[in-house]
């Protein structure tokens, strides 16, 4: 069955620079969801779409936006990057609000 | 703020015992409680329990919820290495927003 695709599976920037993460939901999800696990973390909530309209949102610092586009992708843009923003990103996907989330594989990113 | 406590933190068995994890959770706008498998990698939907007092099982593995005293149990009977993983509970509120606890730590030997 297919999954959640994320891109790139690994990303090393430096300080001061600007990523984006792509997230390629399960076909037919709609919903999608983005999660920060920071090491030996549990996973912290930053922001969801659901049909292409952001739906909630959490500890997401203002250099960060995301969005999710008509073909229901999404991108996460993270800005000024800083070291403490060294993280494992998920994306999730659901069919609809209030269903089960799939996670990715995840985005690994190293800001050194 | 809302909160999420597993119990225990961490669990070290043999294969063959059975485990019982902890959720208890306070949040607002509750909605559903989904369980995760984590090894290493992206977290596994193993259940989401939306009703209190029916058992939900995929295996070895069952799960309960209870509304009333914002309380769940994940079982894991007859326990593999394979089991061995980081077990997460997560509430889910409005918009599906998933919030997560710290985890329990399961290793089994064999």
């Known amino acids: 069955a297919a999954g959640v695709i994320q891109s790139p599976r690994h990303l090393i920037k430096e300080k001061r620079e600007t990523a984006t993460l792509k997230c390629y939901p399960i076909p037919r999800h709609d919903t999608v969801y983005w999660y920060q696990q920071g090491p030996g973390q549990d996973p912290q909530f930053l922001i969801s779409f659901y049909e292409k309209m952001q739906s909630d949102k959490g500890s997401i610092p203002d250099r960060f936006s995301a969005q999710q586009f008509s073909d229901y992708h999404s991108e996460l843009n993270m800005s000024s990057l800083e070291l403490g923003d060294s993280a494992l990103y998920f994306c999730a996907s659901s069919l609809m609000v209030d269903y089960e989330q799939y996670f990715g594989p995840g985005t690994r990113l190293t800001v050194t | ?110």
């Open chain 2, 1 to 110: 703020e809302d909160k999420v406590v597993q119990s225990p933190l961490s669990l070290v068995v043999h294969e063959g015992d059975t485990v019982t994890l902890n959720c208890s959770y306070e949040v607002t706008n509750f909605r559903s409680l989904l369980w995760y498998k984590q090894e290493k990698k992206a977290p596994t939907f193993l259940f989401m329990l939306t009703s209190s007092g029916i058992e939900k099982k995929s295996g070895r593995l069952s799960s309960i919820l209870d509304k009333k005293e914002l309380f769940s149990i994940l079982n894991i009977t007859a326990t593999q290495t394979g089991d061995s993983a980081i077990y997460l509970c997560a509430p889910s509120t409005s918009y599906g927003k998933l919030t997560f606890g710290q985890g329990t730590i399961l290793t089994v030997h064999p």
